[in-house]
């Protein structure tokens, strides 16, 4: 298995576009999580879904930020529009159960914005 | 959650058994320790978890003292690809947030 992919690994945007990271999960994994990870607040979760549905969107910051789950291979989280405070290490994981010990990640992206 | 402290940094030679120490003097019955890492550009990583017995496996052994408030990480025979950042917290066996700090980051000298 090729392990949690995602896309792309590197991005650089200007402030104000829209921005647009993908996840691909390990196949079979009903649970997916999208993390972000900053030197100042460490790694914090920000969605997590379970058989493409939602559960828990909490972590999410602000309106600005949106994640979709459109099949059990694919996510998507965008930032519309992004700023500079964004820039973070964003880390898709997928788990067979949502247990912490479970969760595979994936390299992640790295988001910087100008 | 109960807080956690660790070094900020420690060196190791390769071949010798790195030995991390956590402090989670406010942990409640219910919560685990579990230990992650973190090698540079890659995402975290599961290494072990533990209640109050000492736990084994493949990576590494995790001691937990009697009262439950330390534990020390032991990578037995250290290399260079065990350079990375080791994070230690505490949590409910079945919680989904995963959230760390500063975490250790252990040097592995050849």
């Known amino acids: 298995d090729a392990g949690v992919i995602q896309s792309p690994r590197h991005e650089v945007t200007e402030m104000g576009q829209e921005v647009t990271l993908r996840c691909k999960p390990i196949?079979?994994?009903?649970?997916l999580f999208w993390y972000r990870q900053t030197m100042m607040r460490g790694l914090e979760l920000l969605i997590y879904?379970?058989?493409?549905?939602?559960?828990?969107d909490s972590g999410m910051p602000e309106d600005r930020f949106s994640a979709k789950m459109p099949n059990a291979s694919f996510s998507t989280l965008k930032i519309q529009p992004s700023e500079p405070r964004d820039s973070a290490v964003y880390f898709c994981a997928s788990s067979l159960s949502p247990r912490v010990d479970e969760q595979y990640f994936g390299p992640g992206t790295r988001l910087t914005v100008t | 959650d109960a807080k956690t402290t660790q070094p900020t940094s420690m060196d190791c030679a390769e071949g010798r058994a790195a030995n991390l120490p956590c402090n989670h003097s406010t942990i409640s019955g219910n919560e685990y320790v579990y230990w992650y890492r973190q090698i540079h550009s890659q995402g975290p990583q599961y290494i072990i978890h533990?209640?109050?017995n000492n736990e084994t496996n493949e990576m590494a052994s995790l001691i937990i003292t009697e009262d439950r408030k330390s534990s020390t990480l032991i990578l037995p025979h250290a290399t260079l690809r065990d350079t990375a950042v080791y994070y230690c917290i505490v949590r409910n066996s079945n919680d989904y947030k995963l959230s760390f700090g500063a975490g250790t980051t252990v040097t592995v000298r050849a």
């Open positions: 533990g209640l109050k």
């Open positions: 196949s079979g994994h009903d649970y």
């Open positions: 879904f379970n058989n493409n549905v939602p559960i828990d």
